[in-house]
C-alpha cells in the first residue's frame, strides 16, 4: 500500500473477528498476488527503493491483552490459538504452496517476544515478571506455529526487554529457544531502531557503543537490522568483538531468502511473474475486501 495502489482489506483485528482462517488465507494469498504483480512492474520499471520488494513485516502475531495499546489492531486478539491459526493462514497465504521452486512471497512473524504494549516505554521496558507458564502458554505458541508450522521465512524481534536483555540479542529466545529448540534456520530482523535502543540514553542502555550491540545482536542471531548501527559491524571486526565468520553465517540466511524469491533469475522461469498487473485492485479483489 504504501507503493502505489493496492486492495484495502480489512485491518488484523477485524480479519480476527471472522474465525474463518480459510477467509484469511484467501485474503494474503491475494495480496501475495498483488505484491508479486507489483513487484515484477517495478523490476521491470528499474524501481527497487522501499516498499518495492517481497518481503513482508507481517502477521503481527503478539498477544492483544491491553486495549490502550495503540498497535492491538495490527494483532489477531488475545488467544493464542486463534492467533496461530490466523497467522498460519497469513503465511501460507503470502509465501504460496511451498512446493514449487520459488517463494512467492516472505512472511514475517513479529514481535518476538512478549510484547503486547505499551508503546511508550517500549525503548526501555523489560519484561521481567514473566512466569514460565505464561511464556510458553500465552506469548510462544503462535511464533513456534508459524516457525515449525508455516516455515516462516522471518521473524521479528521485538524492541522490549524480556529478562534482562534485549530481545533482538536475547540468547533465551534467540538461540536456546527459536535456533535450537525449534530448529530455525531463517531470517532473524530487528524491529526498526531496535538495536540501538541498546546503547541509546534512557533506552535500554545495555550495551556501551554501537558495535557492542551490533556484535552481540549478531552474535545472538539477528541477522538483519532496520536502522544503522549495523554500519558498525566493520569496526567490530576490527576490535574482536565479532568474527567475519560469524558475520557470514548471517549473510547467507539473507542471500539465501533472495534466491528463495527468485530475485537473482530471469523473469522467464519464475512463474509467479505471470500474474498480470491488472489483478491490482481488480473488481474481484475489491468484492472479496467487501466479502
Same mark, same amino acid.
Given at each position: 500500500?504504501?507503493?502505489?495502489?493496492?486492495?484495502?482489506?480489512?485491518?488484523?483485528?477485524?480479519?480476527?473477528?471472522?474465525?474463518?482462517n480459510q477467509a484469511?488465507?484467501? =485474503?494474503?494469498d491475494?495480496?501475495s498476488?498483488?505484491?508479486?504483480?507489483?513487484?515484477?512492474?517495478f523490476?521491470?520499471?528499474?524501481?527497487?527503493?522501499?516498499?518495492k520488494?517481497? =518481503?513482508?513485516?507481517?502477521?503481527?502475531?503478539?498477544?492483544?491483552r491491553d486495549?490502550? /495499546?495503540?498497535?492491538g489492531?495490527? =494483532?489477531?486478539?488475545?488467544?493464542p490459538?486463534?492467533?496461530?491459526?490466523m497467522?498460519?493462514?497469513v503465511?501460507?497465504?503470502?509465501q504460496?504452496?511451498?512446493t514449487?521452486?520459488?517463494?512467492?512471497?516472505?512472511?514475517?512473524?513479529?514481535?518476538?517476544?512478549?510484547?503486547?504494549?505499551?508503546?511508550?516505554?517500549?525503548?526501555?521496558?523489560?519484561?521481567?515478571?514473566?512466569?514460565?507458564?505464561?511464556? /510458553?502458554?500465552?506469548?510462544?505458541?503462535?511464533?513456534k506455529?508459524?516457525?515449525?508450522?508455516?516455515?516462516?521465512?522471518?521473524?521479528m524481534?521485538?524492541?522490549?526487554?524480556f529478562e534482562?536483555?534485549?530481545?533482538?540479542?536475547?540468547?533465551?529466545?534467540?538461540?536456546?529457544?527459536?535456533r535450537?529448540d /525449534?530448529?530455525?534456520?531463517?531470517?532473524?530482523?530487528?524491529?526498526c531502531?531496535?538495536?540501538?535502543?541498546?546503547?541509546?540514553?534512557?533506552?535500554?542502555?545495555?550495551h556501551?557503543t554501537?558495535?557492542?550491540a551490533?556484535a552481540d545482536?549478531?552474535?545472538?542471531?539477528?541477522?538483519?537490522?532496520c536502522?544503522?548501527?549495523?554500519?558498525?559491524l566493520?569496526e567490530?571486526?576490527?576490535?574482536?568483538?565479532?568474527?567475519e565468520?560469524?558475520?557470514?553465517?548471517?549473510v547467507f540466511?539473507?542471500?539465501r531468502?533472495?534466491?528463495?524469491?527468485?530475485m537473482?533469475d530471469?523473469?522467464?522461469?519464475v512463474s /509467479?511473474?505471470e500474474?498480470p498487473?491488472?489483478?491490482?485492485?481488480?473488481k474481484?479483489?475489491?468484492?472479496?475486501?467487501?466479502e
Amino acid at each position: 500500500a504504501r507503493a502505489g495502489k493496492a486492495t484495502v482489506f480489512p485491518q488484523a483485528i477485524g480479519l480476527a473477528a471472522t474465525f474463518d482462517n480459510q477467509a484469511v488465507y484467501e =485474503t494474503f494469498d491475494i495480496v501475495s498476488d498483488e505484491a508479486r504483480a507489483k513487484y515484477h512492474d517495478f523490476q521491470r520499471k528499474g524501481e527497487r527503493d522501499g516498499y518495492k520488494g517481497l =518481503t513482508f513485516w507481517t502477521p503481527n502475531i503478539n498477544i492483544y491483552r491491553d486495549p490502550r /495499546w495503540g498497535r492491538g489492531m495490527e =494483532t489477531y486478539g488475545e488467544d493464542p490459538y486463534l492467533t496461530s491459526l490466523m497467522g498460519l493462514a497469513v503465511v501460507k497465504g503470502l509465501q504460496g504452496g511451498g512446493t514449487g521452486k520459488y517463494d512467492k512471497a516472505h512472511a514475517c512473524a513479529k514481535h518476538y517476544a512478549v510484547h503486547s504494549g505499551p508503546e511508550w516505554n517500549r525503548h526501555s521496558f523489560d519484561a521481567k515478571n514473566i512466569s514460565q507458564r505464561d511464556l /510458553w502458554e500465552t506469548y510462544l505458541p503462535a511464533f513456534k506455529t508459524l516457525v515449525k508450522e508455516g516455515k516462516v521465512k522471518e521473524v521479528m524481534c521485538a524492541y522490549n526487554r524480556f529478562e534482562g536483555e534485549p530481545c533482538c540479542s536475547n540468547k533465551q529466545l534467540l538461540i536456546r529457544i527459536l535456533r535450537e529448540d /525449534w530448529g530455525y534456520d531463517d531470517i532473524v530482523v530487528s524491529d526498526c531502531g531496535a538495536i540501538g535502543d541498546f546503547y541509546y540514553p534512557n533506552h535500554h542502555e545495555t550495551h556501551p557503543t554501537a558495535a557492542a550491540a551490533s556484535a552481540d545482536a549478531v552474535v545472538s542471531g539477528t541477522d538483519l537490522e532496520c536502522g544503522g548501527s549495523y554500519s558498525s559491524l566493520n569496526e567490530a571486526v576490527r576490535k574482536g568483538l565479532i568474527s567475519e565468520e560469524k558475520i557470514n553465517e548471517s549473510v547467507f540466511r539473507l542471500l539465501r531468502a533472495r534466491f528463495q524469491l527468485g530475485m537473482f533469475d530471469d523473469d522467464a522461469l519464475v512463474s /509467479w511473474s505471470e500474474i498480470p498487473y491488472s489483478v491490482v485492485e481488480s473488481k474481484e479483489h475489491v468484492a472479496k475486501a467487501l466479502e
